[in-house]
């Protein structure tokens, strides 16, 4: 049966959107913000922990895809590989985690998830020297859940294996769009968040 509306997929789609490992790079440390504008660029390259394991259930969850998208950065391409070595992995620079710049904030010291959180919300707030800006992001999340959906149109499955915060502006986009969420977006590594596609006829 097809779907109700031609450009709707076929009942039954879903769509994994999965945060990657643990890098291999110090979470905690207290840093000025200074210090942070080099953590975030050492967090943009550093790899994934060698002891950072996928969950068994997670790796059950994707163990018949046979695709599976990552934005190739190192943390989240070795992330895909330790998950799904099964899989063809399709890398892709959109899925890349949405930016941050450090606040100029002298004698101020603070550990890096602070930094993390204080960052993100001057970026909603407009701060973005030299970076992408919300809107933007907003828009390539839009388009990263396009291209996802293209994959799941005949009532397959997709998994993304990327960006905690990426994922769940993408997430956002889905479920606007009419798809079903369980579980939620939290800042843990290998999280997992499955969308399914509910509306139409059964095929």
Known sequence: MQPLHPDEPKRGAR????RHGQPA????????????????DAYEEAGLDPASLPPRELADL???????????????????????PHANLVVDPLFAEAPLASPKIPLLRMTVVKWAVMARL???????????????????????ANILISRV????????VAHGYFNAMIGRH???????????????????????WKKGEAT
């Open 122 to 144: 001057l970026w909603h707030a407009g701060y973005n020297p030299g970076i992408e800006n919300y809107p933007k992001a907003r828009q390539r999340a839009n388009d990263a």
């Open 174 to 196: 889905l479920r606007r769009r009419g798809w079903s969420r369980t579980g939620s977006h939290r800042a843990r590594y290998w999280n997992a968040v499955i969308y399914d």
């Open 15 to 18: 769509i994994i959107l999965i």
């Open 62 to 84: 994707v163990r018949e895809l046979k695709e599976v998208f990552t934005s190739g950065r190192p943390r989240a391409h070795e992330s895909a590989v330790k998950l799904a």
């Open 153 to 160: 149109m005949d009532g397959g499955a997709v998994a993304l």
């Open 25 to 40: 790079i110090p979470l905690r440390p207290r840093t000025s913000h200074r210090e942070f504008h080099a953590y975030i």
